[in-house]
Nanobody, 127 residues
Framework: QVQLVESGGGLVQAGGSLRLSCAAS????????MAWFRQTPGKEREVVAR????????YYADSVKGRFTISRDNAKNTVYLQMNSLKPEDTAVYYC????????????????????WGQGTQVTVSS
């Protein structure tokens, strides 16, 4: 099992930057595919970015391509989401998620595929 704790959210003006962190406890962090999702009231949770366990293959939602970067530091059991050029529509609760990915070939971005979730961190972008 793995426990996930997000941090780094907050209030920022449009055009600004934030870096979210997700610290994982438990064993074998490097065997987990990691993803960031976000959710706004009244809407379904949507994937923002995903990184595989090995080979660091990444996926980005079209809405954040070129602005957000997902990365991981297996030595620190942490995955990051660097968010630049933030827009008011990026306002949401951001969640970190994980699932086992021994082969490094887990490419799914479907919410139901991820077994472990953090509690979420609020990101608010003012115009």
């Amino acid at each position: 099992q793995v426990q996930l704790v997000e941090s780094g959210g907050g209030l920022v003006q449009a055009g600004g930057s934030l870096r979210l962190s997700c610290a994982a406890s438990g064993r074998s962090f490097s065997s987990y595919a990691m993803a960031w999702f976000r959710q706004t009231p009244g809407k379904e949770r949507e994937v923002v970015a995903r990184i595989t366990s090995t080979r660091n293959r990444v996926y980005y939602a079209d809405s954040v391509k070129g602005r957000f970067t997902i990365s991981r530091d297996n030595a620190k059991n942490t995955v990051y989401l660097q968010m630049n050029s933030l827009k008011p529509e990026d306002t949401a609760v951001y969640y970190c998620a994980a699932r086992l990915d021994y082969s490094g070939t887990f490419y799914s971005t479907a919410e139901y595929e991820y077994r472990y979730w953090g509690q979420g961190t609020q990101v608010t972008v003012s115009s």
